[in-house]
């Protein structure tokens, strides 16, 4: 009966586990003092509501066309959906010794768990992991998350302990191709040219004012080369474009 109390306290979160290594296999298991980096997604009660505001914004036929919120107004939205949720898991990590933070505009927390915690926390077993065509190192777990039935509606999802990138050998410099390539190894490149034929935009230029901006999600451990982007820039004859957030250091960032 004891065991069958311990168990009905836990519930298998419905997160699909990747288990497609792309080629990376497990060394030895990490040290248990090891630091990790995750972050978790708290379930939000505004999130069927942001997503009718995201797309009335980007709507030329709806009255709320080009009003963008504010991060002010974003953060107040984000706040309000996960103040349930947000609580129970904060005193469930705190409970455990678990170090967080709140990171994006409120509704997702950073976790500093060392990998014993991880470990002990979502009910798995973590190894490193090793690639033949990569020097990097990484610590995944191959099992299914739980997690407690007092917290587990209150989670969307944990990233940073299943996710296999995958690696890309060195490939043909576009030069070596031609300049007038249109083709890569196969792929066509991305260009103004192309998304404008794409979109049915024809000749329609940007004026250089606009309260939009561009963000790039990187989770595959990808990383971005500033000569890259000024190389493209200058390519396809386009304005130099700052960037305005950036994370990692000089030599990995993304």
């Known amino acids: 009966m004891k065991l069958l109390a311990a168990l009905a306290l836990l519930i298998v979160q419905a997160q699909a586990i990747n288990h497609e290594l792309h080629g990376w296999q497990a060394t030895a298991p990490p040290a248990a003092s090891k630091p990790l980096k995750l972050h978790l997604a708290l379930t939000s009660t505004t999130t069927p509501e942001l997503h009718e505001l995201f797309e009335a914004v980007a709507d030329p036929t709806s009255s709320s066309y080009g009003k963008f919120l504010t991060r002010a107004e974003l953060k107040v939205y984000c706040l309000q959906g996960v103040s349930t949720s947000a609580p129970a898991v904060e005193q469930w990590l705190s409970a455990n010794k678990v170090s967080f933070k709140r990171s994006g505009c409120g509704d997702t927390l950073e976790l500093a768990p060392t990998v014993a915690q991880a470990e002990a926390l979502f009910g798995v077993a973590m190894f490193t992991f090793s690639h033949t065509d990569s020097s990097i190192k990484i610590i995944r777990t191959l099992n299914s998350l739980t997690f407690p039935s007092s917290v587990a509606p209150h989670i969307v999802f944990v990233s940073g302990l299943f996710n296999f ?5 060195s490939r043909v410099n576009d030069a070596s191709l031609g300049a007038s390539s249109a083709v890569l190894l196969g792929a066509p490149q991305v260009t103004p040219s ?3 034929k794409l979109y049915g935009l024809g000749d329609a230029k940007f004026s250089g004012k606009s309260n939009a901006s561009q963000a790039v999600v990187e989770f ?5 080369v500033d000569s890259d982007l000024t190389a493209f820039e200058s390519k ?8 305005r957030t950036c ?6 960032r993304t």
């Open 194 to 196: 192309l998304l404008k």
């Open 220 to 224: 595959q451990g990808q990383l971005i």
């Open 247 to 252: 994370t990692g250091d000089a030599t990995h």
């Open 165 to 169: 990138p995958h690696v890309k050998k």
């Open 236 to 243: 396809n004859n386009l304005p130099k474009q700052s960037i």
